[in-house]
């Protein structure tokens, strides 16, 4: 019985024994199968993998040469070439057009010139598209509107035909958008396209109707002017018989994207307008001609969210009001300080380092309170130097009281109000608590304000305000102001150019005053949190009350400045020494999102 027991056993071990060499070997082989299926797929990626030479930059805004030449630096064997839109053509800064390109807009070919601009820095090759809609545009914001951002955008995709890049990296512009609409060259082209999103602000929502006819092709807009119901609404608007052409139906459609605003102009109002109700319903019409247009709901329509959809990768940097869900898993991609460019042509009044900083830049401070006194203002004796252009409009004067911390305020045609209103409040609150400070504001021609004109004819009218504040009306040379300033206030940074102002400051050691959004000084040390090389003041909390914040920490900084004489010069120290370039780490991250697309 025993032996019977035993043989049962020894059989029973030896299956098993049999069942994991099985296992075993079916392991074995299966591991070997992946190490060769991953062999052949990376010799294969590798075989097929195509190198980027070239990189099309296309941004409406002034290009960041100091990304363009640390990134050539680091990977010489790549070009980044510079697309941007001209709004006239000076024979002196640009070349002749050495293309045109046509394409189509409003039911009709239009066409635009591209050129070389002769004014590219360290040999950076800077093209610009020129059309006559775009020489009639009086403010340089004015083109992320609908009508003029989307020609920009079609004619640099007939650009992008002339230039050839491998890839193209769009800076807050929607390239793709109404891809939705039409057969893009980019849907069926081996040329990637990467999409870097700042400010979602900057791109409202917009109405399918519109967005529809301003970006159809011709087969997408004939489709629309065909479509009876649109047509039947559009004799409701017009009160005539039903158009019965194509040109008919366009004609009508143009003469409502002119008046688009007036027909618009009471929406949400208790009882719409009969011209708002037809559009609403066109709107649904067109949601229905196009169903890709509809997200989520056809309240939540935007062509920036179709744009980001479409790019090979997205660099996002803020948050919409109402972001998408398919958001959420590209928004963290990067995180990187935009630099800019720092303006080293323009010449200040004495030149400094960082060993002979604290006596020079008193003299630097001294020369800007002399040239803006007011009898030197009266007399018109102020040294051109200090303007970057003749005729620059002057308000209030300085006294020459030098112990006082003086301030330098930039603002630029892209500020909105409430920037305005927190930069102002803050001063008037230091005023209101008899703070002995003087302050600098810097403003555009075109930047007609009614709230900072509010702001200027208060401090004119306050007899004890005279002497403490100057408002200069144009452009200026910034080096001069904050070679001498003590500190400059940017209560926001996500507006065009003013990380222009921030690293020209920190170069020539006056201290920012930030708040705690935006991306531009993420980088940068706050004095309190790092003794050793902090040179920044910013606000800690996300209170709702952003006003209310900055106004604390504007008050805090200047209390350290009037009582901490002997830590001052330190920080002004750190803030010349700031590396504002780009470093590998940041530019890695750039050149591995470049790579991944081919």
Known sequence: ??????????????????????????????????????????????????????????????????????????????????????????????????????????????????????????????????????????????????????????????????????????????????????????????????????????????????TAVTFANKNEMKRICSDKNIRKNLSIIFNTELPKTVNKTLAYINYILKKYDEYRKNVGAEKDSQENVILKRMDERILRLFPKMAYKDKSLYNPLYYSLKCANAKILYSKPEEEPKWADSVKNILSLPIKSNIDNDNKIHSEFDTDNFKEVRFLNKRYVLREFSQKRIELKFIDLNIFAEEDVNIHGYLDSFYRAPLFFIPLNEYTDLQYIKTVSLAVLKAFELKKNIQVIFNYPKNMNNTYLNSLLDFFESQHILRGKWLALEGKINIPQFVSGADMILIPSDNYLKIENFLFNALKYGCIPVLSKNGFTNSGISDIFDDLNNGCVFRAKSDSEDSTSEYENVFLKALDFYTNNNTCWNPIIKNAMNYDYTYDFETLEKYNSIYEELL
């Open 1 to 210: 019985m025993e032996d019977i027991v035993s043989q049962i056993e020894n059989a029973s071990s030896e299956r098993a024994s049999e069942q994991k060499n099985r296992n075993d070997l079916y392991h074995e082989i299966c591991l070997r199968y992946r190490l060769a299926r991953k062999t052949f797929s990376s010799f294969l990626r590798n075989y097929l993998k195509k190198d980027f030479i070239n990189i099309l930059y296309i941004t409406a805004e002034e290009p960041p040469t100091d990304y363009i030449m640390s990134f050539q630096r680091q990977y010489p064997d790549k070009a980044i070439k510079v697309l941007i839109p001209l709004f006239n053509i000076d024979n002196d800064k640009t070349g002749k057009a050495f293309a045109k390109i046509d394409y189509f807009m409003h039911g009709k070919m239009n066409s635009a010139s591209l050129c070389h601009v002769r004014s590219g820095v360290h040999n950076v090759q800077i093209f610009g598209i020129y059309t006559e809609n775009f020489s009639k545009i009086e403010n340089h914001k004015d083109i992320y509107s609908m009508k003029n951002l989307a020609e920009f955008v079609k004619a640099a995709r007939k650009a992008a035909h002339v230039l050839k890049p491998d890839i193209i990296h769009a800076e807050n512009i929607p390239l793709l958008m109404g891809l939705e609409l039409e057969n893009s060259w980019l849907s069926g082209s081996p040329i990637k396209y990467v999409q870097s999103v700042y400010n979602y602000q900057m791109f409202k929502d917009t109405e399918p109707f519109i």
